[in-house]
C-alpha cells in the first residue's frame, strides 16, 4: 500500500479542498463546548438535544452548505469529534495517548466515510505544546489508517476503500514550524511501525530469514548503515550453535543479519536483538495443530529491531545503534533436533535442548552472546515472543520486562509509557537459574511450569553478563493486543515505537 502523505498547512482550515475536516473540541462542563463561531449553532443545537457533548469518541458530522453563507467552506464535510475533558494536570503521556486515539478514531470515521483526503484543525492544547500535538495526532491518524491488503486479489472490489491519500494539519502561522517538527517526528515513528506490521502479516511462505536479510539489505542502502549477514557456513566456524540446531529441521537456511548505525560523534553504543522464527511449528516438540498459522507472527521481535532502525535512519539520532536479528523457522524436518540433544552456544555454553519449542531462547543466546562480545555495547535489548506463559501473568495488556539493570529498565518503562506501550518489570533474582540447570550440561532449554517466562529470561541471562540488559517478552502484546483506536487486529507493531522513545531519550553515560 501507498503510504499516505502527511502536510502542515498554516492556510486557514476553510480554504483548502478536502473530503473531510476534523474539529476536535474538549468537553466543558454542563456547557456547550467551545467550537468555531461559524460552528455555534449547529453545535448547540446537537448539545441542546442531547447528541454531542464533545465526549471522547462523540461525533457530529456536518454538510458544509447548510450552515455557513458567509465564508465558502471548501470540504465536502466536517466532522466534530469530541475529546472529552482534557486533564491539564495530566503528563504528557497521558494526553498524548489521548490524542493518538483521538487520531486513531479519525482514520476509523475516514474509512467509514471513504475519504481519501482529509484536513484536520489541530487543537491548541497550550499543556501539551502544538509539536506534541501534531506528533500525537499524525501517529495516531496513520497507525490507525494500517491495512494489509497485498494478497487481497479476487475479493476486492475496485471501489473498495484503500486507506487514506493526504492527511493535512492546519495550524496557525505562529504555530506550522512546531507542528511541522511534531508531524515528521510521528510520521517517523508511525511509518516504522506499520512496517513491522507488514512484515508480521507476511505469512511463513513470504517473510523467511532471506526477507529478513533482503529488507536489513535495503535499509543499509537507503541510510548508509553497516550491514552483515552470517550465513550457515559463518555460524558454523563461529559456533553458533543454537541458531543452527533450531534451524536443523527446516529447508530454509539461517541468516544472523546485522546492522549498525554509527551517529559519528562520541556516543554510548545500544544493541538491539529481536527473535526472528518466521514460523514456530515447535519442532519435534511439535505444536498442537488449532492456532498454529499464528506462529507466523513469531518473528515480531526481529521485526521490531528492524523497523526501528528505519527511524533511526530518518532521524539520525547521537546515539550508536546496532540491531541484530537471528532468523529461520522452527520446523521438523528430517535432520530436525532432537529433544535430549546437546548445543554449544556461540559463548561456549553448553544447552540441553529438552523441547524443541522452546527455540526463541537458544537463537537469542547466540546473538545476544556475539553482539556483546563484538560492539561492547553500553546497553543491550533484546525483544521476543518468546513464551506463552507471559499472556497468563499479563495478559494482552503489558509487554513482561526481565532486566538484570535497574536504570536501564527504568529507561524502557518510560520509553514504553510515552509509546502508549506499557512494560511491565518481572522479577529476575538467582533462585529461577536454578530451575535451569541441566545435569548434562551447563544448562537446559526449559525450566517446568512454574515462572515460564522468567526462567526463560534466565537462560538468556546467561549470555548477557553483567552487561546492562532488558528482555522483553512480547507474546502477549505482539497481537491481539489491548483494543484501541489505532492498533488494528492482527500484529501491533509492539515495540518499535518504544524503542524510537529510548533512542530519542537516550543521553550518553546515563546507566553510568
Ligand atoms: N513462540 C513461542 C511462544 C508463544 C506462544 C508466543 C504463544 C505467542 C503465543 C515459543 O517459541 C514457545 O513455543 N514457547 C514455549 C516454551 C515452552 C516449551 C517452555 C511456550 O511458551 O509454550
Ligand atoms: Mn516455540
Ligand atoms: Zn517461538
Redesign the pocket.
Known amino acids: 500500500m501507498k503510504p499516505s502523505r502527511v502536510v502542515v498547512t498554516q492556510k486557514s482550515e476553510w480554504s483548502v479542498n478536502s473530503d473531510l475536516l476534523v474539529y476536535c473540541l474538549e468537553q466543558e462542563k454542563n456547557k456547550v463546548p467551545v467550537s468555531p463561531l461559524f460552528l455555534k449553532k449547529p453545535i448547540k443545537q446537537a448539545y441542546d438535544l442531547g447528541d454531542f457533548k464533545a465526549k471522547k469518541k462523540d461525533r457530529l458530522l456536518l454538510y458544509p452548505p447548510v450552515f455557513s453563507k458567509k465564508k465558502e467552506i471548501k470540504a465536502k464535510r466536517i466532522l466534530v469529534m469530541g475529546m472529552g475533558k482534557i486533564d491539564k494536570k495530566a503528563g504528557n503521556n497521558e494526553t498524548g495517548e489521548l490524542l493518538r486515539l483521538l487520531g486513531g478514531e479519525m482514520a476509523k470515521a475516514c474509512a467509514e466515510l471513504k475519504v481519501k483526503t482529509v484536513t484536520v484543525c489541530l487543537p491548541d492544547l497550550p499543556s501539551l505544546g502544538m509539536d506534541k500535538t501534531a506528533q500525537m495526532i499524525t501517529e495516531g491518524v496513520i497507525l490507525g489508517d494500517y491495512r494489509f491488503l497485498k494478497y487481497k486479489k479476487t475479493s476486492v472490489k475496485k471501489d473498495d476503500y484503500t486507506g487514506l491519500g493526504t492527511i493535512r494539519l492546519a495550524a496557525g502561522k505562529q504555530q506550522v514550524s512546531a507542528a511541522r517538527k511534531g508531524m515528521v517526528l510521528g510520521q517517523n515513528a508511525a511509518r516504522a511501525a506499520c512496517k513491522a506490521r507488514d512484515m508480521a502479516n507476511e505469512p511463513g511462505n513470504g517473510w523467511t530469514s532471506i526477507e529478513f536479510a533482503a529488507y536489513a539489505k535495503q535499509l543499509a542502502d537507503q541510510y548508509e548503515f553497516t550491514y552483515t549477514c552470517f550465513e550457515k557456513k559463518e555460524m558454523e566456524k563461529l559456533g553458533m550453535g543454537g541458531i543452527l540446531a533450531v534451524n536443523q529441521g527446516s529447508a530454509i537456511p539461517p541468516k544472523m543479519v546485522i546492522l549498525e548505525y554509527r551517529s559519528g560523534k562520541p556516543a554510548d553504543t545500544l544493541l538491539l536483538v529481536g527473535k526472528g522464527?518466521t514460523f514456530?511449528s515447535?519442532g519435534i516438540?511439535i505444536?498442537p495443530a488449532a492456532g498454529m498459522e499464528?506462529?507466523k507472527?513469531?518473528m515480531c521481535g526481529g521485526a521490531a529491531v528492524l523497523s526501528a532502525m528505519q527511524a533511526v535512519g530518518e532521524e539520525k539520532p547521537d546515539v550508536n545503534v546496532v540491531a541484530i536479528v537471528p532468523a529461520t523457522d522452527?520446523m521438523s524436518g528430517s535432520g530436525a533436533v532432537r529433544p535430549g540433544d546437546i548445543v554449544r552456544h556461540f559463548n561456549d555454553v553448553t544447552a540441553e535442548i529438552v523441547?524443541t519449542?522452546?527455540?526463541?531462547r537458544m537463537i537469542l543466546a547466540d546473538a545476544l552472546s556475539y553482539g556483546i562480545k563484538t560492539y561492547s555495547p553500553d546497553g543491550v535489548v533484546d525483544v521476543a515472543?518468546?513464551?506463552?506463559?507471559v499472556?497468563i501473568g499479563l495478559g494482552h495488556h503489558h509487554t513482561g520486562l526481565m532486566s538484570n539493570n535497574d536504570k536501564l529498565s527504568e529507561n524502557l518503562i518510560n520509553a514504553g509509557e510515552e509509546a502508549g506501550e506499557p512494560v511491565w518489570r518481572l522479577p529476575l533474582t538467582k533462585d529461577y537459574i536454578k530451575q535451569i540447570e541441566s545435569t548434562v550440561a551447563d544448562i537446559k532449554?526449559?525450566?517446568g511450569r512454574p515462572a515460564?517466562s522468567i526462567?526463560?529470561a534466565a537462560y538468556l541471562s546467561k549470555f548477557v553478563g553483567k552487561t546492562p540488559w532488558v528482555h522483553l517478552d512480547i507474546?502477549?502484546t505482539?497481537w491481539d493486543y489491548t483494543e484501541k483506536s489505532y492498533i488494528p487486529k492482527g500484529p501491533s507493531g509492539i515495540c518499535v515505537r518504544t524503542f524510537i522513545s529510548l533512542i530519542r531519550n537516550w543521553k550518553t553515560g546515563m546507566l553510568k
Open positions: 522464527i514456530d515447535g516438540s505444536k499464528e506462529m507472527y513469531d522452527n523441547n519449542d522452546a527455540e526463541g515472543t518468546l513464551t506463552g506463559a499472556i532449554n526449559i525450566g515460564g526462567t526463560a507474546a502477549g505482539a
